[in-house]
T-cell receptor
Framework: DTGVSQNPRHKITKRGQNVTFRCDPI?????LYWYRQTLGQGPEFLTY????????KSRLLSDRFSAERPKGSFSTLEIQRTEQGDSAMYLC??????????????FGSGTQLSVL | DQQVKQNSPSLSVQEGRISILNCDYT??????FLWYKKYPAEGPTFLIS?????DKNEDGRFTVFLNKSAKHLSLHIVPSQPGDSAVYFC?????????????FGKGTRLSVIA
């Protein structure tokens, strides 16, 4: 039973550089979510996909952020022209579309981004 | 505007005693609530959930209570064990009225002392 996989685990970059993260969800899950977590805060929703369609984006997701999920499998999150305020843990989660009352998100271990 | 609030950043409990973690919410559209546990360097893992049609859900040592009129839920862990030491997040969603993404609280760090 493979869980949600995220790569890389850690990324250090200089301000102004572009970074890309990858998420591989649990194989039968059709929903994929991106969250961001900073120190002392809970995970904050960024965006989610149902299959390959991006259904919702948070206002937290500035124009510098773009997410894709080609073919409805893995997803990438790109941040262009990184800023120090982008430093955070980026969490990916997946779920099976809720058909009952028990939709649960399964999270990956996250990618810790540090912008210097 | 924080829709899910966990007002206690930390809690220390003796091994074997009960741990009670609290959560308040402001959005009356929320109808599905979950608790997640997070260890350092790992993603949150699902612990227990409750829908708004219930006021209690139990799973082993973990029980979640929901008080809709007070917009309050709590997680009880009994007996507490050292392995329960982690950060606990309360999360909520309007699943039945729009299937909104989960909104998380800031978390409560639980320390169970042996």
């Amino acid at each position: 039973d493979t869980g949600v996989s995220q790569n890389p685990r850690h990324k250090i970059t200089k301000r102004g550089q572009n970074v890309t993260f990858r998420c591989d969800p649990i194989s039968e899950h059709n929903r994929l979510y991106w969250y961001r977590q900073t120190l002392g805060q809970g995970p904050e929703f960024l965006t989610y996909f149902q299959n390959e369609a991006q259904l919702e984006k948070s206002r937290l997701l500035s124009d510098r952020f773009s997410a894709e999920r080609p073919k409805g499998s893995f997803s990438t999150l790109e941040i262009q022209r990184t800023e120090q305020g982008d430093s955070a843990m980026y969490l990916c989660a997946s779920s099976l579309e809720a058909v009952a009352t028990n939709e649960k998100l399964f999270f990956g271990s996250g990618t810790q981004l540090s912008v210097l | 505007d924080q829709q899910v609030k966990q007002n206690s950043p930390s809690l220390s409990v003796q091994e074997g005693r009960i741990s009670i973690l609290n959560c308040d919410y402001t959005n009356s559209m929320f109808d599905y609530f979950l608790w997640y546990k997070k260890y350092p360097a790992e993603g949150p893992t699902f612990l227990i959930s409750i829908s708004s049609i219930k006021d209690k859900n139990e799973d082993g040592r973990f029980t979640v209570f929901l008080n809709k009129s007070a917009k309050h839920l709590s997680l009880h862990i009994v007996p507490s064990q050292p392995g329960d030491s982690a950060v606990y997040f309360c999360a909520a969603s309007a699943m039945f009225s729009g299937n909104t993404p989960l909104v998380f609280g800031k978390g409560t760090r639980l320390s169970v002392i042996a």
